[in-house]
């Protein structure tokens, strides 16, 4: 069975600067997706940014970016420029590939504080 | 294009009682999957579905059921609750069942007295 796993449940970043949030996983397929999703004290989820296991290629979205190590099966986000409207809890999560199911696999959680 | 939305937005049941949640998913979006969300359990995987039918089901007791119909609404239905279905309940939908990407709606939150 997959696993997600978040170990820093609270960081704190000021206004401006950049931080880094954890995510490790476990899984034994090949072929999956990695996403970070974002919710708000609105608790709305807000899919912040995806990657695709078969990409060598770190994805970006604007100032959110990853670091994928496969091999290490690490998946950090990294919020450069930091807003006081990035902060919100930040679920990593895990999809597996092959059209079987759109099912998410979530960790923990992080809930990031940003200090003006 | 509207997002995924979800009714109600809140509710208070007493144990014992059922409850029954909607989702209208993303217009074109035809899957449709549904999680529980408590401070203890975190964010589990209740069920999936695609063209009214069931792909896949989470670890939970057959209190928990869903559906959904041919216009790719869903609901959820909880029956004889217990004070620990109280939770913030999700529905993300996809527009099939092999999209790389899913759209939450803003959840039910349930408490159960």
């Known amino acids: 069975a997959q696993t997600v796993t978040q170990s820093q449940p609270e960081m704190s970043v000021q206004e401006a600067e950049t931080v880094t949030l954890s995510c490790t996983y476990d899984t034994s397929e090949s072929d999956y997706y990695l996403f970070w999703y974002k919710q708000p004290p609105s608790r709305q989820m807000i899919l912040v940014i995806r990657q695709e296991a078969y990409k060598q290629q770190n994805a970006t979205e604007n100032r959110f970016s990853v670091n994928f190590q496969k091999a290490a099966k690490s998946f950090s986000l990294k919020i450069s420029d930091s807003q006081l409207g990035d902060a919100a809890m930040y679920f990593c999560?895990?999809?597996?590939?092959?059209?079987?199911?759109?099912?998410?696999?979530f960790g923990t959680g992080t809930l990031l504080a940003v200090q003006p | 294009k509207a997002g995924v939305t979800q009714t109600p937005r809140y509710l208070i049941k007493t144990r014992g009682q059922q409850v029954t949640l909607s989702c209208s998913p993303i217009s074109g979006h035809r899957s449709v999957s549904w999680y529980q969300q408590t401070p203890g359990q975190g964010l589990q995987f209740l069920f999936e579905y695609f063209s009214e039918t069931q792909r896949n089901k989470g670890n939970f007791p057959g209190r928990f059921s869903g559906r959904q119909f041919s216009n790719s609404r869903s609901e959820m239905n909880v029956s004889t609750l217990e004070l620990g279905d109280s939770a913030l309940y999700l529905c993300a939908s996809s527009r099939d069942r092999d999209h790389r990407t899913q759209y939450f709606g803003p959840g039910t939150r349930l408490l159960v007295l």
């Open positions: 999560a895990y999809r597996s590939g092959g059209g079987a199911t759109n099912k998410l696999i």
